[in-house]
């Protein structure tokens, strides 16, 4: 028998230790000695193009008569996806763009042990695709295969996020003349925020303990009313958000 394995090799069975054989391709022919021992002849044929399918002829010779010859075709791994990124979420979707390799070339993301299969695109341009169904605020990873006539490549992975959830309960809390208390609930003990108001921004860590975190906005305006919006934050990646009006006193 006459064919390839799983890794590209080509693959026969010997006839007799008198045989040899010659491989014929894209109009090259290497020789091949008659083996020795047992067990299946393996040739590696190399240097040849990703994502393309080739016909091999096989003869067996003895004493400078060759076989009629026996041929099968065989693919080469196409190359992976170029320039796999995530390129947006939220709560429980991630989006990811790849390019496309080429007309013939489809794809399988594999992630969380389910495999999903995506069509060979038609059109230039990047190719996005988006997960849904995920959980806020947790790390995924993604590795995403190119697929030629069955053949899958090498595979290439990349780690994405959801975006957390927002807060919750954001309130003023307390006020004065020139400062307004805010509190909210935390989220987890991941989940840090960014405090935005007036054009600036204020980084607060994720709590530690439990409870609700409290933020005090100091050298304000008396009888001003201030918009907040506070974001929560994980891998630098951030909720929605959810915005309050409070006024200090007078």
């Given at each position: 028998m006459?064919?390839?394995?799983?890794?590209?090799?080509?693959?026969?069975?010997?006839?007799?230790?008198?045989?040899?054989?010659?491989?014929?391709?894209?109009g090259?022919?290497t020789?091949?000695?008659?083996?020795?021992?047992?067990?299946?002849?393996?040739?590696?044929?190399?240097?040849?193009?990703?994502?393309?399918?080739?016909?091999?002829?096989?003869?067996?010779?003895?004493?400078?008569?060759?076989?009629?010859?026996?041929?099968?075709?065989?693919?080469t791994?196409?190359?992976?996806?170029?320039?796999?990124?995530?390129?947006?979420?939220?709560e429980?979707?991630?989006?990811?763009?790849?390019?496309?390799?080429?007309?013939?070339?489809?794809?399988?993301?594999?992630?969380?042990g389910?495999?999903?299969?995506?069509?060979?695109?038609?059109g230039?341009?990047?190719?996005?695709?988006?997960?849904?169904?995920?959980?806020?605020?947790?790390?995924?990873?993604?590795?995403?295969?190119?697929?030629?006539?069955?053949?899958?490549?090498?595979?290439?992975?990349?780690?994405a996020?959801?975006?957390?959830?927002?807060?919750?309960?954001?309130?003023?809390?307390?006020?004065?003349?020139?400062?307004?208390?805010?509190?909210?609930?935390?989220v987890?003990?991941?989940?840090s925020?960014?405090?935005?108001?007036?054009?600036?921004?204020?980084?607060?860590?994720?709590?530690?303990?439990n409870?609700?975190?409290?933020?005090?906005?100091?050298?304000?305006?008396?009888?001003?009313?201030?918009?907040?919006?506070?974001?929560?934050?994980?891998?630098?990646?951030?909720?929605?958000?959810?915005?309050?009006?409070?006024?200090?006193?007078?």
């Amino acid at each position: 028998m006459f064919s390839q394995t799983t890794d590209n090799n080509s693959r026969w069975n010997k006839v007799n230790n008198n045989v040899s054989f010659v491989l014929q391709f894209n109009g090259t022919e290497t020789s091949i000695s008659a083996p020795a021992g047992n067990g299946p002849v393996n040739q590696t044929v190399s240097s040849l193009t990703a994502g393309t399918q080739y016909t091999f002829t096989l003869y067996s010779v003895f004493e400078n008569v060759r076989s009629s010859g026996v041929s099968i075709t065989a693919v080469t791994a196409p190359s992976n996806a170029q320039n796999l990124i995530s390129s947006g979420q939220n709560e429980t979707s991630i989006t990811l763009q790849w390019n496309k390799v080429n007309n013939n070339v489809s794809f399988v993301l594999q992630f969380n042990g389910t495999e999903t299969e995506i069509s060979a695109p038609a059109g230039n341009g990047p190719l996005n695709h988006t997960v849904s169904s995920l959980t806020a605020g947790t790390q995924y990873t993604f590795t995403l295969y190119s697929v030629f006539e069955n053949i899958r490549s090498s595979g290439v992975n990349i780690t994405a996020v959801t975006a957390p959830p927002n807060a919750d309960s954001f309130r003023s809390s307390g006020q004065n003349e020139t400062s307004i208390t805010l509190q909210w609930n935390k989220v987890n003990n991941n989940v840090s925020f960014v405090l935005q108001f007036n054009g600036t921004e204020t980084d607060i860590s994720a709590p530690a303990g439990n409870g609700p975190v409290n933020q005090t906005v100091s050298s304000l305006t008396a009888g001003t009313q201030y918009t907040f919006t506070l974001y929560s934050v994980f891998e630098n990646v951030r909720s929605s958000g959810v915005s309050i009006t409070a006024v200090t006193g007078e």
